[in-house]
Structure formats: C-alpha cells, structure tokens
C-alpha cells in the first residue's frame, strides 16, 4: 500500500493508469468506511482512499479540533483491507492560494444545500462539494462511493460533480442499529444504549405503525430533535404524486453528539 501525503506523487501514480475507485474519508474509519472500500474494489482495478480532516465543512463552534484523528489505526485498518494507495494530504495543499471555490451554478439549487442540515450547518455542503471537487481534480478517479447515511451530501455529490461515476453504499449499522458514524466515539456507554433507540422508531414511522407527530414525540422523550421529515427522495421536497421513493430522514442531538440517520423506501 502506498501512502502519499502530496500532488505531483499522486498524479503520477494516478497516470499509470487502470480503472481507479476512490473513496474520500475524514479517517476515524469504521466498518462503514469499509464496506465503501469493498464496492470500490468491486468496481476498480485500483483503490485510493483519502484522509483529510475538511476545515471548510466545520462550522465555528463545531468539533474540527476533536474531530478523531486515528492515523495510525485507520492505515492499519487499509492495509488490511488491500487498499492500493492512501492519499493524505494537509491542508496548504487542498487550499493553496490559487485555488477558488466559486459557487457558480449552484444559485438555481441553493435549496439542496440550505434545507435539512444546512438549515443549522450552512457551510457544510458547500464546504463538501469544495473537497469532493478538488479532490477529484488531483485523484481523477472513474469511480468515487460514499455512503447513504449523509443522504443530502450523497444527492449534492450526485448532482454537482461531473465525470466520476457515483456509487451508493449503504448504511452500516451495529448490532443495536445505531448507524455507524467516527462521532459514535463520542457516545459514553450509556448514552449509545439510548442512541439506539433512534433507528428502532425511524422503522416504525416507515413501517405505518405510528404517524410522524406520535414519532416526533418519541424521538423527544430521548433526544434534542433538529430535524424530522418524510420526504421525496430524489428532490428532497414534498412528496407527491410523482414519488417514487420516500425519504426519512432525521438529526438528533443526545448531549452534545449529533446523529444522523434515514431510511429510503419506494413507495
Ligand atoms: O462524508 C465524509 O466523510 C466527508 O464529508 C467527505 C465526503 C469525505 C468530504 O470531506
């Protein structure tokens, strides 16, 4: 495996050809990340992972300083998994000074990107769509896979980059159903016995057997609730007539450690 840490090596590995897959990461890899890695070797030849912590999707009073660094473990974890490149980059060289991250043509979309979590995070996406872009520029991959558990990040990602096949993995949960997430380290053993609890009534309202307001309620009685909707998967709007698949979708705080969860269904 070969860990790279700048541009010019990895445009050179880059150009020795084959069909790449990439996977980018912020590290703190999980069994999620993992099984983004096994698509990506499904669909390549060669598989490229990066790690970089994204100071542009970090908010002022956000955890960018806590965020979990695990360096060592998470090149342990890639090696075992057969992963043929890791890119590390710093940030001088993501960001340098003649790199401009215009937010042309995402006027007309603004909505994607300021709804849901951008209603409380509005720097997030474009903050994603800036790294995702730049680091494409560098990597050139053919294949890229994100997971579906930041659903609105995933359609963001689908809809505003061009010329990288966009693959899909699903959400990895633990055994209790707690989707897994690098923030899950924040959980104290207590609280992810109450942060389970979240997906069991995600089913519930998907399943019909209790409406949104009896599952806002619910949700309540064990978090602090930023945001529950069912909406039109594809547009993230109303659902109507036309849906062909629903989204559930949710964000929850329990302390101060931020969950995120969905469930996508057809109709
Ligand atoms: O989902 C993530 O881990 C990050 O948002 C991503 C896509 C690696 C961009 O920093």
């Excluded at 990506?40 to 979990?68: H, K």
């Excluded at 995702?132 to 995933?154: H, N, S, T």
Aim: hydrophobic content about 40%.
């Amino acid at each position: 495996m070969e860990i790279i840490s700048d541009i010019g090596t990895m445009e050179k590995w880059r150009d020795k050809g084959e069909k790449v897959a990439f996977v980018p990461t912020m590290g703190g890899l999980h069994q999620g990340h993992l099984s983004l890695i096994d698509l990506a070797r499904e669909s390549a030849d060669r598989v490229v992972v990066s790690i970089f912590v994204n100071p542009m999707q970090f908010g002022e009073n956000e955890d960018f300083a806590d965020y979990p660094r695990t360096l060592d473990g998470d090149l342990k974890l890639l090696e075992k998994c057969q992963v043929d490149c890791v890119f590390v980059p710093d940030a001088e060289m993501i960001y340098p000074d003649n790199v401009v991250f215009t937010r042309a043509g995402l006027e007309e979309k603004r909505y994607l990107f300021e709804t849901l979590c951008g209603k409380t995070r509005p720097h997030f996406f474009y903050g994603v769509l800036q790294v995702v872009r730049r680091l494409f520029e560098i990597v050139r991959p053919d294949v890229a896979v994100f997971g579906q558990k930041d659903y609105q990040q995933l359609q963001i990602i689908k809809q505003f980059t061009e010329g990288v096949e966009i693959i899909e993995g699903a959400i990895v949960r633990e055994e209790s159903g707690l989707a897994m997430s690098t923030r899950n380290q924040y959980l104290s053993m207590g609280e992810r016995l109450i942060a389970a609890n979240l997906y069991k009534i995600l089913c519930q309202l998907q399943q019909g057997e209790l409406g949104i307001k009896s599952v806002t309620k619910q949700l309540q009685s064990y978090f602090e609730l930023d945001y529950l909707v069912m909406l039109d998967a594809n547009t993230l709007k109303q659902i109507t007539d036309n849906t062909s698949k629903i989204a559930i979708l949710c964000v929850v705080f329990l302390g101060s450690t931020r969950l995120i969860d969905n469930i996508i269904f057809t109709k």
